[in-house]
């Protein structure tokens, strides 16, 4: 029966030389079209792009159609396997072509969140020049200046090679701060009655 059904051209002579020849004949007469033909239909019945992350699930559909298929036949079918899916060029391009643009846009995302991170750190870098200058403008007294000046007096005094000279001038010598005219009064002949130190 098998040989009437599925592999009728098979010679006697092929089956002693060959004798795997009446399974790839019954193959070829019986199993082949239907089963690229069952393949085709589960590729079609889903989204082009989606093919290659579906394959176990369209070997198992196209596996359950040729059990379904082959149920009279002596035939056993354990597992199908499909191993690739060969798009058309015209579909392999678009695929590539998209990639490529999703890729560019991808691109373009990590650079537009790297340039507001780095326009965050610049704000948050010049409030935080705003703050310590609000911060200094608040100290800066004139007990603080004076406090400075001596400070500054301290460190020369120590120095074995400095060249500033401190002329005292406010009250137990230490410097005088505010705001003065631009020019003393005359003294004697013009010249003026005191020479005025600015900072």
């Known amino acids: 029966m098998f040989m009437d059904r599925f592999s009728t051209t098979v010679s006697n002579d092929s089956i002693e030389h060959n004798p795997d020849a009446i399974v790839k004949v019954a193959y070829a007469n019986f199993i082949r ?13 889903r989204n082009g792009l989606d093919v290659k992350e579906t394959l176990i ?25 499909v191993g690739n899916v060969q798009y058309p ?23 537009i969140k790297i340039e507001r991170k780095e ?10 020049i705003a703050n310590a200058m609000q911060i200094i403008r608040g ?6 200046i004076q406090h400075e000046a001596i400070e500054a007096q301290e460190l020369m005094v120590g120095s074995p090679n400095h060249t500033v000279v401190y002329i005292p001038v406010g009250p137990m010598g230490v ?10 009064p005359a003294g004697p002949e013009g010249a003026p ?6 900072k």
């Open 33 to 45: 079209e239907p089963l690229r033909t069952f393949a085709r239909d589960e590729v079609q019945r």
């Open 57 to 81: 699930p369209i070997g198992d559909a196209v596996l359950a159609r040729i059990r379904q298929y082959a149920t009279e036949s002596p035939c056993v079918f354990t597992s199908v396997v």
């Open 89 to 111: 060029a015209a579909v392999s391009n678009a695929v590539s072509l998209k990639l490529a643009a999703t890729q560019e846009v991808q691109r373009k995302d990590t650079e």
């Open 119 to 128: 326009r965050t750190k610049r704000e948050v870098q010049a409030q935080g």
């Open 139 to 144: 100290q800066l007294s004139s007990m603080y």
């Open 175 to 184: 410097p005088i701060t505010g705001t003065f005219p631009t020019t003393a």
């Open 193 to 198: 009655a005191n020479p005025v130190v600015r």
